[in-house]
């Protein structure tokens, strides 16, 4: 983990007062870094605010060309620490909005090597580490924004999604995380920004500062569950899904939803995802996925139909050593809806005998992102923070 060096004056000069002045929760923040990554290895570099505002620009010209969002009164985010996916995410839009909003950055997190989906982090220092269970990868390609969540060193941290890069490492994880509506445009699959929080109620703050305004949606009245879609049946583990159908009971039960198994059956997008992420993909390629996806989002409309919201677990296995996933495929039950569009949010769904978390995720119609919102904030409670580890694992 690299600290970043002391900003200079011309740094100084554009950084607004009253973000200069770190505040209690920032320095906190930042001490627990120092204290708890290096055996976690979830940050790639530690910055002050000065270096954050300097390398981000001057943050009300910028929110003017992102459409000039401004919140009424004191935002939940104002004085927030956060961390920030990937060594460009100082610079990214989702984090100009939300320092707009008052977060401050404290550093920036570890993704994979290399290009493709990968689930997995990576620093200098080596592979990043599930806080839950060291020897295996908290997930990717938000890798180390869900550590440092599930670590508790921040309660906010900044992902993107095209392939359920944010909700795969929440769920592995045990922490909550948002893939918004969307991810499907002019014939291309491309990565959504999405939130990674320990606290539920942090998820309309981020869409409030992020996405602005959501549209207003029915209450949900009826959830149903689909264990694997019709297609990760071989790949689903039993103890698994087990676990996300229990969680996904208790939330019916405690939000009063109309319980359902609607026996969904969608095609399996591997071959469309690499086909709308390729830009040398032929024409006969291209019209094979639309097929696909065309399918998927017809049968998808007639599941919700009926339901507000579909419930599966976010992956069908539990995480993978820090070796790679091996034959099993853990994005099955993720990059349907990078592909369809639809919204979706994994949130904590307990741990299998062994300690590992597990996901349960919610999907519902495009559009409807303040239903996922609202169930979470209502009916879940915050993620508990993983142990520290009695010594620095090796």
């Not at 600290?3 to 001490?31: C, F, G, H, M, Y």
């Not at 923070?385 to 090796?394: G, L």
């Amino acid at each position: 983990m690299r600290i970043a060096k002391e900003p200079n004056a011309d740094i100084r000069q554009q950084a607004p007062t009253d973000l200069l002045t770190t505040s209690p929760a920032v320095e906190a923040a930042t001490r627990r870094a120092r204290q708890r990554d290096p055996w976690l290895c979830a940050f790639l570099e530690l910055v002050d605010v000065a270096t954050a505002r300097g390398r981000n620009g001057h943050e009300e010209q910028q929110c003017e060309r992102l459409g000039d969002i401004s919140l009424a009164g004191p935002s939940p985010l104002q004085g927030l620490p956060i961390a920030v996916k990937g060594a460009g995410g100082l610079q990214a839009a989702q984090t100009r909005r939300l320092m707009a909003a008052g977060a401050v950055p404290i550093g920036t997190t570890s993704v994979p090597r290399g290009p493709g989906h990968q689930t997995w982090g990576h620093t200098d220092r080596g592979p990043t580490r599930n806080p839950w269970a060291p020897d295996r990868t908290p997930g990717g390609s938000s890798a180390g924004s869900a550590a440092a969540v599930a670590a508790g060193i921040v309660d906010l941290a900044t992902g993107s999604d095209g392939a359920g890069s944010v909700r795969i490492p929440a769920a592995w994880c045990g922490v909550y995380g948002l893939k918004p509506t969307g991810g499907f445009a002019a014939g291309q699959v491309r990565p959504m920004p999405g939130p990674l929080v320990r606290d539920p109620r942090l998820l309309a703050a981020w869409a409030g500062a992020v996405l602005g305004p959501l549209r207003r949606t029915a209450v949900a009245a009826v959830i149903g569950w689909s264990a694997d879609l019709g297609l990760a049946g071989a790949d689903t583990d039993a103890e698994t899904a087990q676990l996300a159908q229990r969680r996904a009971r208790e939330l019916a039960d405690q939000a009063g939803l109309r319980w359902c198994e609607p026996g969904v059956r969608l095609l399996n997008v591997e071959q469309a995802w690499q086909t709308y992420r390729s830009p040398g993909s032929s024409a006969a390629q291209v019209a094979a996925a639309d097929r696909t996806r065309t399918t998927n989002n017809t049968r998808l409309q007639a599941v919700f139909d009926h339901i507000d919201v579909l419930a599966t677990p976010t992956t069908p296995r539990p995480a993978h050593g820090h070796d790679g996933p091996g034959e099993h495929l853990s994005v099955a039950l993720t990059w349907v809806f990078n592909v369809s569009g639809h919204p979706a949010l994994s949130i904590p769904a307990g741990q299998t005998r062994a300690g590992l978390p597990v996901g349960l995720q919610l999907v519902a119609r495009p559009g409807a992102d303040a239903t996922l919102i609202e169930l979470a904030a209502r009916y879940c409670a915050p993620a508990v923070v993983a142990p520290r580890p009695i010594t620095s694992w090796r």
